[in-house]
């Protein structure tokens, strides 16, 4: 039985982490490098351990801090969330020699496919089809340019210990490559602890579909259903949504059995996911295999009526599965938007402080935030702040009321991709369900809507003088209660100067 968890992780996978584990009777301890002390996710836990001063990689990325930091905290188990150490084997390596419950798969499953290139070699062992990519003995720049020529560009170079976009670059000369090679092992090395790169065929406009598996320790392994995540810039999700509009149920099945295949072939326990590729002739491939959870969980959990991190704990303790886990079907759609704070035009992260933050509600809408107001955006980290996830009976409703959600969603201070959230969602090729992973590119290029009436609200709010949302709401004000509004005294607040 797990009685106090330690989340190595910040930001909203630690803070939906820590919600579970409380409603499980876990006491959740947060970890927190000193220029993040300030954190929404350290003032959510039960307990929060300091990794100490330094750059992500000397705190979040530092086995032996966090190692110190489960024996301060007195943990029993600890659950690496996404990103970070999250596929790090060496890592859960640690945590299991000191005595501790890993809250995910094994070190040897880890290794086999978190390292990408020999997840792809394992893949073709076990007979699952994969994108075409550079032979696995390839490491130095002269050896990956002569791949390049054989697999023939476009290519792909992409961190082999990659994952969420981050070290992947797209090459379309030979000329180029070396820089883009130079670029994606320092990348790789500062995200993940391990410059190793490969490359990859660049397979022109696919669907990027993924299955959740999950299994445990007695051997039963099954599949949750997929999402689909073509929409991406970058290389990095940013909307998500299931079932994929793309799938048939023949398809549908033979894609489930390879990603099932997939994680019978390293017995995998826990929480995983299998990406594939969809291609123009209907033929799909392997990609990667995640040996976490996803970012984009939580639209499996609300159309199946589970929680994924639950089963995550309950496993790693020990459990089997759900019987009835096998028999689960779909209800409905559900999409997730990850709001990112980012310029809306070059798409680079942003940085500063939110000045005010209010989320949308209402039925279908769930919000999981790493942020609230008066947070600091810190450009040391990953920039998502938040997601946004709507479910509804069919996917024009989902649609629909995923456009209402965004239209509440205020945040103020700090630039974020709101409006390019709000053109995926009404462009024609999105609405039809007939996208690729280049839908975003195809996107008109800075577009920002008209604010809704709700961001003009809270606008007046924030700067609104002493009497302001800024500085009278929140834990210490009380809460919305205690907001006064400036439209609705007669304190000499105007709006000229």
């Not at 969420?164 to 602890?193: H, I, Q, W, Y």
Request: aromatic letters at 6%.
């Amino acid at each position: 039985m797990i009685r106090r968890l330690l989340i190595a992780n910040r930001g909203e996978i630690a803070v939906r982490v820590g919600r579970t584990a409380r409603e499980m009777g876990i006491e959740d301890v947060a970890v927190y490098s000193e220029a993040d002390a300030g954190a929404y996710h350290v003032g959510q836990m039960a307990d929060a351990v300091s990794l100490g001063p330094g750059t992500p990689r000397e705190t979040y990325l530092s086995v032996p801090r966090l190692m110190e930091a489960a024996r301060r905290a007195k943990a029993d188990a600890v659950h690496p969330g996404y990103g970070f150490l999250s596929e790090n084997a060496g890592f859960a390596r640690a945590v299991e020699e000191a005595g501790l419950v890993w809250v995910g798969p094994s070190a040897e499953a880890i290794e086999e496919m978190g390292d990408k290139v020999r997840s792809r070699a394992r893949m073709r062992a076990a007979g699952v089809p994969v994108v075409p990519g550079s032979d696995p003995h390839a490491v130095s720049d002269a050896d990956l340019v002569a791949e390049a020529g054989r697999i023939g560009f476009p290519v792909l170079v992409k961190a082999a210990a990659g994952g969420g976009g981050k070290g992947m670059s797209r090459v379309d000369r030979t000329e180029d490559l070396p820089e883009a090679l130079a670029e994606a092992r320092r990348l790789a090395a500062s995200a993940f602890g391990d410059e190793k790169v490969y490359l990859e065929k660049l397979l022109e406009r696919p669907h990027h579909v993924e299955f959740q598996i999950f299994g445990d320790r007695a051997g039963h392994l099954i599949h949750l259903f997929e999402r689909e995540c073509s929409v991406q810039r970058r290389h990095q999700k940013i909307v998500e949504e299931t079932p994929s509009p793309a799938l048939e149920a023949a398809l549908r099945s033979r894609m489930a059995e390879a990603a099932v295949e997939a994680g019978r072939a390293v017995g995998y326990v826990g929480a995983g996911t299998v990406e594939l590729l969809l291609d123009e002739k209907r033929n799909f491939y392997f990609l990667e295999m995640n040996t976490r959870l996803q970012v984009e969980h939580p639209i499996t959990e609300v159309t199946l009526g589970i929680d994924l991190v639950r089963a995550q704990l309950e496993v790693a303790a020990g459990r089997t599965l759900p019987d009835h886990w096998a028999r689960l079907t779909p209800r409905g759609h559900a999409i997730e938007l990850r709001l990112y704070a980012e310029d809306p035009v070059t798409q680079l992260p942003r940085s500063g402080e939110i000045l005010d933050y209010v989320e949308p509600g209402g039925p279908g809408v769930r919000v999981d935030a790493g942020v609230t107001r008066g947070s600091r955006v810190s450009l040391e980290f990953d920039p998502l702040l938040a997601k946004l996830i709507v479910s509804a009976p069919d996917r024009k409703a989902a649609i629909e009321r995923a456009h209402r959600a965004l239209g509440e969603w205020v945040v103020l201070g700090v630039e974020t991709n709101r409006a390019m959230l709000a053109a995926v969602l009404r462009s024609p090729e999105f609405l039809s369900g007939r996208y690729a992973t280049d839908l975003v590119s195809r996107l008109p290029a800075g577009e920002s809507p008209e604010p809704p009436p709700a961001a003009w609200i809270a606008a007046a709010r924030a700067f609104g003088g002493p009497g302001s949302a800024v500085r009278s709401a929140g834990p210490a004000g009380g809460g919305p209660g205690n907001v006064r509004d400036p439209w609705g005294e007669a304190s000499g607040w105007r709006t000229g100067a």
